[in-house]
């Protein structure tokens, strides 16, 4: 029976057919499309522990993207996965979880290392819809700019055209 291998990232997904001490892998979807949108090590260290809560672990680097393939069977061994945080390394080995000072639930893990490492949104689309709302929502603040900065050069425009020499008399734009 083929082990199912899957790509949490990119959904390039395999076939493992045991054969002696290894396997043989027959891709299903080469995926590879997508990228982590993020810092690698730290999409490595989430999908594990995401995945991990789903029955799933790492099996082997997905050579389409870099990231991970997982599986839910059993057989191959599981690769470990590790980040640096400024708080300390945060590394999941065998479903066990350690963070800086010791044993860390999957909960616990998940929050600090995106309390590091979360402004680098972890999913794709969530990453460039954020992206567009955040510019969409810069764009009235630069119209508003560049129409007031309009306005300041037509009032100058208009008070040097009017004050030739510096003559008062024809300036239209000065009320007092
Ligand atoms: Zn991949």
Not at 28 to 54: E, K
Not at 120 to 143: E, M, N, Q, Y
Request: aromatic letters at 6%; charged letters at 15%.
């Amino acid at each position: 029976m083929p082990l199912h291998v899957t790509c949490a990232t990119c959904h390039r997904e395999e076939s493992w057919d045991p054969r002696g001490s290894g396997y043989d892998r027959a891709v299903v979807v080469p995926g590879g499309s997508r990228r982590p949108a993020g810092d690698a090590a730290w999409t490595r260290v989430r999908t594990t522990l995401l995945a991990q809560a789903d029955g799933r672990r790492p099996v082997a680097d997905c050579p389409a993207c870099g990231q991970l393939l997982f599986t839910r069977d059993a057989g191959p061994p599981s690769v470990a996965v590790r980040l640096d945080t400024p708080d300390g390394p945060v590394s999941v080995a065998d479903g066990q979880v350690l963070g800086p000072t010791g044993p860390l639930s999957p909960e616990a893990a998940l929050s600090l290392v995106d309390t590091h490492f979360a402004p680098r949104i972890t999913d794709g689309l969530a990453g460039d819809l954020g992206r567009s709302v955040f510019f969409v929502g810069l764009l009235p603040i630069v119209i508003g700019w560049v129409f007031a900065g309009l306005f300041v050069l037509s009032f100058l425009a208009a008070l040097y055209q009017g004050t030739p020499g510096g003559d008062t008399a024809g300036a239209p734009l000065i009320v007092r």
